[in-house]
């Protein structure tokens, strides 16, 4: 079973920054495309990173572009966003994502429960 654990939110300051973690369980976590998404309170959840498989293509949200780095390590069955440069609009709730298919839609097949991320201004 297919089970993201995502973990490293917490608060910092504006221009600060934080590496989120996303452990998935399972043998074949190389052949998913993993996805990181965030929800702010009152809004829809909204893409912001993506990886495919082999890691050899990844897709960005326009305004975290230059900020937030993903890359994985598949040898840990790992995945993360390296947020830098954090903004209060970075605010929210942060959800990792495994799917089939590389895409920046929320067509992921396994979702972790979250990581709360608060930027200070």
């Known amino acids: 079973q297919v089970q993201p654990v995502e973990s490293g939110g917490g608060l910092v300051q504006a221009g600060g920054s934080l590496r989120l973690s996303c452990a998935v369980s399972g043998r074949t976590f190389s052949r998913y495309a993993m996805g990181w998404f965030r929800q702010a309170p009152g809004k829809e959840r909204e893409f912001v990173a993506a990886?495919?498989?082999?890691?050899?293509?990844?897709e960005y949200l326009d305004s975290v572009k230059g900020r937030f780095t993903i890359f994985r390590d598949n040898a840990k069955n790992t995945v993360y966003l390296q947020m830098n440069s954090l903004k209060p609009e970075d605010t929210a709730s942060y959800y990792c994502?495994?799917?089939?298919?590389?895409?920046?839609?929320?067509?992921?097949?396994?979702w972790g429960q979250g990581t709360q991320v608060t930027v200070s201004s």
């Open positions: 994502a495994a799917g089939e298919v590389f895409t920046r839609t929320p067509m992921y097949d396994y």
């Open positions: 990886i495919s498989g082999s890691g050899a293509f990844t």
